[in-house]
């Protein structure tokens, strides 16, 4: 053991309890409320020789070469001579006016939406189902039952920009006057061709006729002529 470190240990025996704990605690970053003072010396003189290990195996910085006073001097007149410009600085772009002019549009290329127009967007998307529904009818003129939030406000925003056409939808007119429902009818598509086959074989001229003259045979058959009868008549 070293001289030196004979002297650290024993100024170290000659520290109360408490100040060797506060040691301990700067030199290990630990806090510790051990009463042995014999592993707390211990520990100790670890912590220093790994302190002193580090900073001998670190390597030194080399100095920076000093510069001549005259040499300053002659940096700082070039520096006050030189025009002052940010690094990194461009050539101004056009205003917009000269840009415009340039491109003959009186307004700019990528402009902006409106104040009003980007709050009322805010406050639609807002609202309740109920609502979008309302100001729907209200800005389409038509009411809708659909309840699907992104497209009410899709068409909403499209009607306000008059990109759709508004107004009660105009129907076409129909050769037999009269109201009329769509029955669903969905099959496999093997079955809809071999259908197909057997219709063009009865010349019959569309799936409608044969689907009417299927559906007033059955009826009749089951005794229900009148509603059979009214199938007949729509042919």
Request: aromatic share 2%.
């Amino acid at each position: 053991m070293s001289t030196r470190r004979k002297n650290q240990i024993h100024v170290l025996e000659r520290l109360r309890l408490p100040d060797l704990q506060k040691r301990f605690a700067e030199l290990t970053g630990e806090t510790t409320r051990s009463p042995n003072k014999k592993y707390l010396i211990r520990r100790i003189c670890e912590a220093l020789e790994a302190a002193e290990t580090r900073a001998t195996a670190a390597p030194k910085r080399p100095a920076k070469p000093k510069v001549p006073e005259a040499a300053k001097a002659g940096r700082a007149q070039k520096a006050s001579r030189a025009p002052k410009t940010s690094k990194g600085a461009t050539k101004k772009r056009p205003t917009t006016k000269k840009a415009a002019k340039k491109t003959g549009s009186s307004k700019p290329a990528s402009a902006k939406p409106s104040a009003d127009q980007a709050a009322d967007d805010g406050s639609l998307s807002k609202l309740s189902i109920a609502d979008l529904q309302a100001r729907y009818k209200e800005t389409v003129g038509r009411p809708t039952g659909s309840s699907h939030r992104g497209y009410l406000l899709w068409k909403i925003r499209q009607a306000q920009k008059g990109r759709i056409p508004v107004g009660p939808t105009q129907r076409r007119s129909s050769a037999n006057p009269g109201d009329y429902k769509v029955i669903p009818l969905r099959m496999e598509t093997e079955v809809v061709d071999q259908i197909d086959a057997a219709r063009e074989r009865l010349d019959l001229p569309s799936r409608t006729t044969l689907i009417r003259r299927a559906l007033m045979l059955y009826l009749a058959k089951a005794g229900e002529n009148d509603v059979a009868a009214l199938l007949e008549q729509g042919e």
